[in-house]
């Protein structure tokens, strides 16, 4: 994660872990630096889009999918002008 303290990624990482998608798969210890290592709970994961959910919550999973995919796609376009302009 580029500019992100690494307590971020540990609170997405452990909703990933409570959600059943990601596991811990040990820890690695270099002087001072402790990290977590995990590793994806599956090879392929499947979701259903059928109709289990109310619509409202269709609307909220869409409505984080496009925040999601805009934040990356910015993300992304911004990293690589830059790095067009070094």
């Known amino acids: 994660m580029v500019d992100r303290p690494a307590d971020t ?3 997405h990482l452990d909703a990933l872990r409570c959600a059943g998608f990601v596991v811990e798969a040990g820890e690695r210890r270099e002087a ?3 990290e977590r290592l995990f590793d994806a709970a599956a090879d392929d994961f499947a979701m259903e889009f059928s109709d289990v959910f109310p ?5 909220a999973i869409k ?13 992304s376009t911004t990293h690589s002008t830059l790095a067009n302009l070094i």
Request: glycine share 0%; hydrophobic share 25%.
């Open 9 to 11: 990624l540990y609170r």
């Open 55 to 59: 619509s409202e919550r269709h609307a």
């Open 32 to 34: 001072r630096h402790h």
């Open 63 to 75: 409505k984080q999918l496009a925040r999601s995919s805009a934040r990356s796609t910015r993300a």
